[in-house]
């Protein structure tokens, strides 16, 4: 699975939020400014090439869908980013959060007690 850009990235939220949508909804789901419809056009088109979205003809008009799911795409990106910068080590990781007073101690209780129940 290729990473995504920035651009390619909020268009899949969109789509991942809306599950099924025309590019004029696509774009009313994008932030400020709002980019071009041809600009998004032509990144739905390199979504579907990567694999990322399919559509369905509605009379002359394309709706898109995901292919490859949310939780798919974060599995993905997080294994990018744990092994790139924390040397594939979920506790460098969250060492990094806990130092950078990015995570709470019960924020990280909470953590070790959802492990805990998914180990049982």
Known sequence: MQKLAKREEQIMQACWQLENAFIKEIINEMPDPKPHYNTIATMVKILEDKGFLAHESIGNVFRYYPVI??????????????SQYFDN???????????EQKISDEELNEIINLIKSQKK
């Open 69 to 82: 799911s949310k939780d798919a795409y974060q599995k993905h990106a997080m294994n990018d980013i744990v």
């Open 89 to 99: 080590s979920y506790p460098n990781m969250l060492m990094f959060f806990a130092k």
